[in-house]
């Protein structure tokens, strides 16, 4: 274990920054962009199935995986080949999903079905398939990893299953159409944003992880209708500092205090802001920006948009190679 | 007994922690009025048996998913009847104890059972568009789904204006429903500074639109129908009756977009949209049925969401409780449109945005961007507060 650190503090020092790979999912290119996150060059694009969207990597880095919406499959490639290795069982219409702390299960939210399907990835085999509200959606995990939240579009509520058991114990009621759920680090917090709501639910978790709906974050900003603020993906930085939301057809990303819930920022960034993404460092945040087929860099420190650089067709999910 | 009772509220309380709601049942029924039609001009707009009971169907399911978790089951009853038994129809179901009930039937048959229903039942229009039930005629017990004549129209005339299209051909056709829409269109180009430059009526003959060789005399007539008019940037078909509208495009003397009955077309929703999330509602809608979804399956699918969430909210199922609260400022719904659909408190319709159709995709949607209002932009569509005649809501 050491001698990695001690490689990786070298490499650090020689370049000034770790070097880390960026995978986009092409929702409509039915691609995945790779970028390079210190010259944020476009590396390469490969073929991802249908309608790619949900994106994530094993905590090694070795593995990427893909939600193939349409193609009723997670499909799993290797992070630097770029070769597809096989794929899990993701039920129907996979949209997005968590992977557990250690790498396995991935939860995995299918849209068409009402369900979230816990898979072994390593087995490949499905564990449970767990009925939940219509069109689930966001999926987050607690950092502590006893609890992963679903939130159901239609329903209207985030679902907080056990996954020692992988039954629902709690369900809070949201806005309309909850899209994605966040924990703070210390797993005392949970962010639901609300898109039609135009909201973040911020629900506090006690001890027991018995939650409870405490504040809704609005948003407002000069010039544009309220109805077009309309929060998406959302990060909350691990200083638990700072809530960033990706506020879709309004074009920004909102920055929250994680503590006085006040909306201290909006950054202008590509048009559609989907979903986020930090680098390990957390110095800088992506976003994907589905009409205008770009990411945007934000420095995450300035809470200034540094950068935009084009990908595929209406970009959906990022993912940061961890160090 | 009690205890059996008592257990299963146990372990409905396990289940829910978070809601605090006790258990509900919650009954509804569509009631659907059927009438003599003559069959469409287009084959894909053929009426399936279904017709709207699906998006019953749909609602349940959707509604059931979200009780689950709350306790709340949900059952709706669907009746089809002529116009001559619609009121035994509504009687039967009075008498099985329903009291929210789904209605697509013609304005007149709507407003005769909202007024047989009385106070204690809660109604909601998924199908009439006439403008006069949103406006003077309009009753306390009913509720708006589907979007009124004027909405319709004056999501048109935006996208016109927007296009810088001023200046408008208006044809109608000669029924009382032709004649009432051309009205909209006349009262949505005063309201968004459109000109009607000339007006032509197509008179309902009858006829034998769908012949071997129709299209051969409708080539050579229509040109010779619309020849003269004055300089013109669009047309507008003002055909509730499916009589003409739809031959216009390609036929004009003089080549103009046609927009309104044909052309491009302001609905509630159609089979394509796919944006804001509408694709999920199109596959459990196809899964669910076999075919595409129409407006009006649509719409009743809409009208018990309301309900649901309406539920959902306060745990009750009295129809004053969900009125009151569908009505209120908390009230608000995710709709596949992009923006939430509300209630407009003084005459009970719908806010919602519209699709502008071409047939094939979204051309766009309406309201327009820069067409402004101090409450909602969806309120730039449709009667006004100030413009309505409605007072039973107050």
Known sequence: MKPLILAAGLALAATGAQANKVYVSNEKGNTVTVLDSTTWQVLTEFPAGNRPRGITMSPDGSLLYVCASDDDTVRVFDAETYQELYTLPSGPDPELFVLDHSGSPLYIANEDDNLVTVVDTEAHTVLAEIPVGVEPEGMGISPDGKFVVNTSETTNMAHFISTEDYEIKHNILVDQRPRYAEFSADGKKLFVTSEIGGTVSVIDIAPDGTPTLSYKVSFEVPGVLPEWLQPVGAKATSDGKWLFVALGPANRVAVIDQQSHEVVDYIMVGQRVWQLAFTPDEKYLLTTNGNSNDITVIDVAAHKAIKSIPVGQQPWGVVVAPD | ?394
């Open chain 2, 1 to 394: 007994m009690i205890r059996a009772l008592c257990l299963l509220v146990a372990g409905a309380l396990l289940i829910l922690s978070a809601g605090g709601a006790a258990a509900v049942e919650v009954r509804a029924a569509v009631l659907r009025v059927d009438y003599p039609r003559l069959a469409p001009i287009s084959r894909y707009d053929l009426v399936p048996e279904d017709m709207g009971l699906a998006g019953a169907t749909l609602a349940d399911e959707d509604n059931a998913t979200t009780g689950r978790f709350l306790g709340h089951t949900y059952t709706t009853t669907a009746v089809t009847t002529d116009a001559e038994g619609a009121e035994a129809a509504l009687d039967a179901l009075l008498a099985d104890g329903i009291r929210l009930i789904v209605v697509l039937a013609e304005a007149g048959d709507v407003l005769r059972l909202a007024d047989r229903a009385g106070p204690d039942v809660l109604l909601f229009n998924a199908g009439a568009r006439d403008t006069g039930l949103r406006d003077a005629e309009c009753r306390a017990n009913l509720l708006h789904i589907a979007p009124s004549e004027a909405m319709l129209a004056d999501a048109v005339a935006q996208f016109a204006i927007w296009k810088k299209w001023p200046r408008w051909a208006l044809i109608h056709g000669s029924n009382p429903a032709d004649l009432a829409r051309a009205e909209a269109y006349r009262k949505a180009a005063a309201k968004f500074g459109a000109k009607i430059v000339e007006e032509r009526e197509f008179e309902d003959t009858g006829g034998s639109r769908r012949t071997d060789t129709g299209h051969v005399l409708v080539q050579r007539q229509l040109p010779v129908f619309t020849q003269d008019m004055k300089d013109h940037d669009l047309v507008i078909a003002a055909d509730a009756s499916d009589v003409f509208a739809p031959y216009l495009p390609f036929h004009l003397w003089d080549p103009r977009p046609v927009m309104g009955a044909a052309g491009l077309r302001p609905v509630s929703f159609h089979a394509a949209t796919e944006a804001w999330g509408a694709t999920q509602f199109q596959r459990r809608f196809e899964a669910l049925t076999g075919r595409y979804v129409r407006e009006e399956d649509y719409q009743v699918w809409l009208a018990l969401r309301v309900i649901g969430e309406a539920v959902t909210r306060t745990g009750a199922a009295d129809p004053a409780t969900l009125r009151a609260y569908a009505l209120g400022d908390d009230f608000e719904l995710a709709a596949f449109k992009g923006l939430a659909v509300t209630f407009r408190p003084w005459n009970g319709q719908l806010r919602q945005p519209i699709l502008l159709f071409d047939g094939r995709i979204n051309v766009s949607v309406s309201p327009q961007d820069g067409f402004l209002h101090q409450r909602s932009p969806l309120d730039t569509l449709g009667l006004d507060e100030p413009e309505s005649a409605c007072r039973a809501f107050q």
